[in-house]
């Protein structure tokens, strides 16, 4: 099974939009970790934003938060007033308590429209 | 301050052929790892260390060898290149392995291999 889901390849969103990406993920672990980058033509990887699994409120950081669901096992990346330089491939992934090791998901691409 | 350093940017390879993708920190970190990315599938684990003289395979470790003799360096060699390694190579380090450390990545390593 896969362990981080990215359901969505692409999403079109207007400037100054907000915009959700989804990301499922899939552990028994109770200690976690979840990430979301973001990833430009240029090729680079940026981190964005963590979210721990024993942290009660969702994490933001400036324009991005994620909304996180335990119980649904979500961790959906929302993007507000959305600018052209957000386009660009977001990638979510976990890190799992027990383990030694990051998983990514498949990716989002995402354009802005100006 | 130079961060993830990936050496070298691009490489054409002929089958068959051996070659070292080499990896350096700066910044003191325990954990490095290895990717590759391939279109559709995201980022995939190929071998990481938790540590000097510590290391251990990934999702898809067959064709590669790594080794970790000091903190600062992470090698990773092809042993013979077949066309199915084509594909863009991440070096990846964090402060640790758990915990909200996130991982910085290098600028990539773009091989092609005929």
């Known amino acids: 099974a896969q362990k981080i889901t990215q359901t969505q390849p692409g999403m079109f969103v207007q400037e100054k939009e907000a915009v959700t990406l989804d990301c499922t993920y899939d552990?028994?672990?109770?200690?976690?970790?979840l990430f979301w980058y973001k990833q430009p033509s240029s090729g680079e990887m940026i981190f964005l934003i963590y979210q721990g699994s024993y942290d009660e409120q969702n994490a933001t950081e400036g324009r991005y938060s994620l909304n996180f669901q335990k119980a649904r096992k979500s961790a959906n990346l929302v993007i507000s007033a959305s600018q052209l330089g957000d386009s660009a491939m977001y990638f979510c992934?976990?890190?799992?308590?027990?383990?030694?090791?990051?998983?990514f998901g498949t990716g989002t691409s995402l354009t802005v429209i100006p | 301050n130079a961060g993830v350093t990936q050496t070298p940017k691009f490489q054409v390879l002929k089958t068959g052929q051996s070659m070292t993708l080499q990896c350096a920190q700066d910044m003191n970190h325990e954990y490095m790892s290895w990717y590759r990315q391939d279109p559709g599938m995201g980022l995939r684990l190929i071998h990481y260390?938790?540590?000097?003289?510590?290391?251990d395979q990934g999702e898809v470790p067959n064709g590669y060898n790594v080794s970790r003799s000091t903190t600062e360096d992470f090698p990773l060699r092809l042993l013979s290149a077949a066309p199915s390694q084509t594909s863009v190579y991440f070096c990846?380090?964090?402060?640790?392995?758990?915990?909200?450390?996130?991982?910085?990545f290098g600028d990539g390593t773009r091989l092609s291999i005929l």
């Open positions: 552990t028994s672990d109770q200690s976690y970790g």
């Open positions: 990846a380090s964090s402060y640790s392995y758990y915990g909200s450390q996130p991982q910085h």
């Open positions: 992934a976990m890190r799992e308590g027990q383990g030694n090791q990051f998983y």
């Open positions: 260390s938790v540590g000097a003289g510590i290391t």
